[in-house]
C-alpha cells in the first residue's frame, strides 16, 4: 500500500485498486460459470451501500492518508484495535455479552502484533508533532470503519451470496471514491514503475481474492468469532517482507 503511494494519491490508489478488483471478479464469474446476482431487495441495497461505505469507501483513503503521515509500523499498531472494536460492536448489535475468553484472545493478539512489529523496528521514522496526531487519528478512523464494516457484512450476506456481495460493494467503493480521485490531480508518471506492480497485486490479492474469501468467512461464521483471526494479516506481511 505505501509503495501504490509514490505515484497515486490516497483516493485514487483505492478506486484504481477496486476498479480493477470488479473487473477480476467479473472475469472469475464468467470463467468459472458463476453468477453475480443483481440485488432485489431494499435491504440488500442498504447493506451493499453500507459496506461500500464503510469498507471502501472511507476505510482505505483514511487509512491511506494516514500512511502517508505516520511509519507503516504504527499504522498497523493502530489497525491491530480493530478487532476489538469488531468484538464490542457486534456483541452490542446482537445485545449478547463476549466471554472473557473471547476478549483475552482478541487482547493477545494484539499484543503479539506489537511486540512482532516491535521486533522488525516497525516504528521507524520521526513524524512532525502535526503529522503525527493527524495519522494516528486518520488510521483510528480506519480502524473503527473497518470494525463496522465487518458488522454490516454478516447482515448484508443474508439477501447475498458472497461473490455478489464481493462485487457489488467494491463497485459501489469505486462509485464513492471516483469523484475525489479526480480531485486528487495527475498521478505522479516517474514512479508508476513502482506504484502500478503494487496496485495490481493490492487489486488481486488484497481486494479480489481478499475479499472474497472475507466475505464467505463471514457468511459461513460470526464476525467476533472471526475477530481473533484478524491479527494473522501482521505476521504474514512480516514474513512476506522479510522473503522480499
Known sequence: AKLSLQAF?????AALRFALAV???WLWAWVSGKRIEFPRSQASWFGIVGVAATGY???YPLQLAGLNRIPSGLSA?????SPVLVVLLSSLAERSAVSGMKW??????????VIALLGQGGFIGNPSGEHLLLGCALT???AFSLA???????????????LSLTFWTLLGGLLLLAPFSLAEGWPRVDSFSVALP??????????????????????LSEPRMLAATMHIKTPVALFIGAAL
Not at 481486494?207 to 474469501?213: E, K, P, R, V
Open 140 to 142: 483510528l478512523a480506519a
Open 23 to 25: 473487473v477480476l471478479l
Open 148 to 162: 463496522i464494516s465487518t458488522v454490516i457484512t454478516k447482515k448484508a450476506l443474508a439477501g447475498l451470496d458472497s
Open 77 to 81: 499498531t493502530i489497525m491491530l484495535g
Open 198 to 219: 503494487a496496485v495490481l497485486y493490492l487489486a488481486l490479492a488484497g481486494s479480489a481474492c481478499g475479499f472474497l474469501i472475507w466475505n464467505r468467512a463471514i457468511q
Open 9 to 13: 494519491g490516497p483516493f485514487q490508489a
Open 57 to 59: 469507501g472511507l476505510l
Open 104 to 113: 483475552f484472545s482478541v487482547a493477545l493478539g494484539a499484543l503479539g502484533g
